[in-house]
């Protein structure tokens, strides 16, 4: 067998597509929107080499035309876990043996057929299951997406490469084991790029995975499974099901071959599922690796230094983007009260021209909230505010569910810094702006740091730098990923590692070396190459 110190291909960051009228990736786009809205799919479970239906059968459809069906997936139960459980540790022993470097390559080639001929396919995906709309979807199910998978053959090259020192006559050694058992990875609706990573990152690492993508997102959760199976992930690493959670944990939970999980979602699911992993502590061969990222209530604070419309511009993108459904969405804003009445006006203009509606008018920049779950609540928020004697809606404030989940982007303005838009996560296009006195900056401070559990994201706009420092200090524990004239939301891959701590997650970082750690287990190796053969040490020697 051959052997090498090898070198693996440039990690670089995906070129992000402008999709700009006339390019030829937007007139790729358009044809793959309209083929997929064309048919109905049936979409099966993936376990082993089995594609798995059942009599089950669930719709998909785009949140903003919520009557038209784009297919049906197979809705699974306890059996279809149980067998993915199996198929993962029947793979297992085959996966973890196979050289690292033909682990690189199997998900180097997923990446470059995301970045090639399923670009266009997962971006269309994403924009009629998720509601994403062109900008938005190239950014996470295509670039991200082929951003984690590139960078993290580069991280575990690093971690490889990592090793201790040598003394004479010793050649000490550090290898990284997969962890002893299955991986469970739990993944969220808001980002194509979240799951395909979730799975994607211990399966690298020589782990086999039970994946469990959101009901909402499997339409695109399809499209990568089809990807990774094309770029050779061999059969029983990767198995996807479809069940809840519930059903799904009560299974996984309980099993002794439970190595770890990795989780993004509520931070309500993620604290009962330590619970229920903490109660289950003995049945385990080994202690699970828990990582878990669970939201934020992320905030741009302005200082009095700072321009009005850079600050209006970072609460515009920050806080609608997506209609506000990502983690990191900006969703509390501090104002001093001499800039507020420019940034409102600014803000203002920003969303009179803001259109809303369905992903495939491009012209549309905000599109539907993700079902009708979320819709009702996100509305109950806003008529919350509506009714209040201490915040009023400022903008927008309509919502309609006749055709999609449709929510306008909303401005809530309150005088009390703890009212509940200020607190709670609302994952929705709301924000809630406090509007702060000039004198009183390190008061606004405080409050940001102590009004929610939430540690994820965070923003100071400042062109003064001791008050951009002072900030930075005072919110060193309120956000796990803090920026610095510039909106909360974006993290890239490779530049920005991703988590934050509190009520937000476990802070393993994203996007990093760091999380590929939680996946292995490390072994260190001695070798002594000219064995002792006297016990007695110098020091036992009599005294002459």
């Known amino acids: 067998m051959a052997k090498g110190f090898f070198q693996v291909p440039e990690a670089v960051n995906e070129p992000v597509l402008s999709y700009a009228p006339g390019t030829p990736e937007r007139k790729a786009l358009k044809e793959a929107l309209e083929e997929a809205r064309s048919k109905q799919i049936d979409v099966p479970m993936y376990i082993g080499g089995n594609e798995v239906f059942t009599e089950d059968k669930r719709p998909m459809s785009p949140p903003h035309d919520h009557q038209h069906i784009l297919g049906h997936y197979s809705y699974g139960d306890a059996s279809h876990v149980e067998d993915a459980i199996k198929a993962a540790l029947g793979a297992?022993?085959?996966?973890?043996?196979?050289?690292?470097?033909?682990?690189?390559?199997?998900?180097?080639?997923?990446?470059?057929?995301?970045?090639?001929?399923?670009?266009?396919?997962?971006?269309?995906?994403?924009?009629?299951?998720?509601s994403k709309n062109a900008f938005q979807a190239e950014i996470d199910s295509a670039c991200e997406l082929v951003d984690f998978l590139r960078f993290n053959v580069k991280f575990m090259t690093e971690i490889y490469s990592e090793q201790p020192q040598s003394s004479p006559g010793v050649w000490n050694r550090l290898e990284q084991r997969p962890l002893e058992g299955f991986v469970f990875a739990l993944t969220p609706f808001n980002f194509t790029a979240i799951a395909g990573n979730l799975p994607a990152a211990p399966a690298l690492m020589g782990n086999t995975v039970v994946w469990k993508p959101s009901n909402t997102q499997v339409y695109s959760a399809n499209v990568i499974m089809e990807v990774f199976r094309e770029a050779g992930v061999p059969d029983g690493v990767i198995n996807l099901v479809y069940t809840s959670g519930p059903v799904a944990g009560d299974v996984i939970f309980e099993h002794p071959d439970f190595a770890g999980i990795h989780f993004t979602g509520s931070t309500g699911v993620f604290q009962t599922i330590w619970k229920k992993i903490g109660e289950n502590i003995h049945k385990y061969k080994s202690y699970p690796r828990i990582v878990g990222e669970t939201g934020g209530k992320d905030f741009i604070i302005a200082h009095p230094s700072a321009g009005a419309k850079a600050v209006a511009t970072g609460i515009t993108r920050g806080a609608f983007e997506?209609?506000?459904?990502?983690?990191s969405a900006a969703s509390r804003a501090y104002i001093p009260r001499s800039m507020?009445?420019?940034v409102e006006a600014f803000v203002k203009e920003d969303l009179a021209s803001i259109r809303m509606g369905g992903t495939e008018d491009f012209t549309n920049f905000v599109n539907a909230v993700i079902d009708e779950k979320s819709f009702d609540k996100i509305a109950g928020y806003i008529e919350e505010a509506k009714n209040s004697n201490v915040a009023k809606v400022i903008a927008g404030g309509n919502c309609d569910k006749s055709k999609g989940y449709f929510v306008e982007p909303t401005v809530i303005l309150t005088e009390d810094p703890m009212f509940t838009t200020m607190r709670e996560e609302i994952f929705g296009p709301v924000i809630t702006v406090y509007v702060y006195d000039d004198a009183r900056f390190e008061e606004a401070l405080e409050l940001v740091d102590e009004t929610s559990p939430y540690a994820l994201t965070g923003a100071i706009f400042s062109k003064d730098r001791y008050a951009a420092e002072q900030a930075t200090n005072k919110l060193r524990n309120a956000a796990g990923n803090f920026y610095i004239n510039d909106k909360p939301t974006g993290a890239v891959v490779g530049q920005q590692p991703f988590g934050g701590?509190?009520?937000?997650?476990?802070?393993?970082?994203?996007?990093?070396?760091?999380?590929?750690?939680?996946?292995?287990?490390?072994r260190t190796i001695k070798e002594t190459f000219v064995s002792p053969t006297d016990y007695r040490y110098p020091f036992l020697g009599e005294d002459k």
């Open 92 to 130: 297992k022993s085959y996966w973890e043996e196979l050289s690292w470097e033909h682990r690189a390559s199997v998900f180097l080639k997923a990446a470059d057929l995301i970045a090639g001929p399923y670009r266009a396919k997962i971006n269309a995906a994403t924009m009629l299951g998720q």
């Open 322 to 327: 997506f209609q506000g459904q990502k983690c």
């Open 340 to 342: 507020w009445p420019e």
């Open 501 to 522: 701590g509190r009520a937000s997650g476990t802070n393993d970082k994203a996007g990093s070396g760091l999380n590929l750690l939680r996946w292995v287990s490390p």
